[in-house]
């Protein structure tokens, strides 16, 4: 499928119940149950909802990924891929991020113990040199804000596959019309769709996309997609409304 006949159509199916075209928006909390355990795949809005399950779907296919998790925002999700690493461990980030970004990994979770140093990544070979053994998660954001800066997916991505690290792209300003990070060896996407997918700056809201395929690390993406839904559920559910995932499914 082509990326505009993605758009329109991945994930937006016609509704079983009424046949409506459009994914309608379910306000709804909680689901019926045939029996306890027995239902249609939704159950409690905090875990499942139909709209913003056809928005996953969506931008799963956009970003070429097997799995999508919506946020209340780009540092919600941001929140969830650290959330799977542990203190000691260590997040090699580009040197020019995004100021919340940053903030996050310094003054949050830097307060939990876990460890994040920021590096000249334009030139991939720095990258190999500052890797040590606790380095657990790479980080990149490209093209970078506020400077625009490039760095090469690719090349970060032989090197963290040959020290079986994880790499996240954030890619927000490139958005999957431009730059499909996953094509180029990503494990994880992560878009603040407040931007370019929203399109319109009238929502707040964020994703991750996880790569299909070989169970290289101890977390493959199918099982860390699972671990970061969860966290959502757990914590980061605020903002993931219906109504905001129905407006931005409908611009894509
Ligand atoms: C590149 C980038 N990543 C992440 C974020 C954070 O996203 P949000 O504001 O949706 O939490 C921003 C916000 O400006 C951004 O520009």
Not at 4 to 13: F, N
Not at 145 to 154: C, S, T
Not at 157 to 185: E, W
Not at 232 to 246: A, N
Request: charged share 20%; proline share 6%; net charge neutral.
């Amino acid at each position: 499928m082509k990326f505009a006949t993605k758009a329109i159509h991945a994930g937006v199916e016609p509704d079983p119940s009424t046949g409506a075209v459009m994914t309608p928006i379910f306000q709804t909390s909680t689901y019926v149950q045939e029996a306890p355990g027995k239902h249609k795949g939704f159950e409690y809005a905090r875990t499942q909802n139909p709209t913003r399950s056809a928005l996953e779907k969506n931008l799963a296919a956009l970003e070429n990924g097997c799995d999508a998790i919506c946020f209340g925002s780009g540092l919600a999700a941001q929140d969830a891929v650290i959330k799977l690493f542990a203190s000691g461990d260590e997040i090699l980030a580009v040197n020019d991020l995004y100021g919340g970004s940053y903030r996050q990994m310094v003054r949050v979770w830097g307060q939990w113990g876990l460890k994040s140093r920021f590096i000249d990544m334009y030139n991939p070979e720095n990258l190999e040199r500052e890797i040590d053994p606790d380095t657990k998660l790479i980080w990149v954001e490209t093209p970078t804000n506020p400077m625009l800066n490039i760095v090469d997916i690719a090349a970060v991505c032989r090197i963290a596959q040959k020290h079986g690290i994880m790499v996240c792209v954030d890619n927000t300003f490139a958005s999957p019309y431009l730059q499909n990070p996953l094509d180029l060896g990503a494990d994880i996407v992560l878009h603040s769709a407040t931007k370019y997918i929203g399109g319109h700056s009238d929502v707040v809201h964020g994703c991750l996309i996880v790569k299909d395929g070989a169970a290289r690390y101890k977390n493959s993406p199918p099982a860390c997609a699972a671990r970061m839904r969860e966290r959502r559920s757990c914590s980061q559910l605020p903002g993931v409304s219906p109504k905001s995932v129905k407006s931005i499914l409908a611009r894509l």
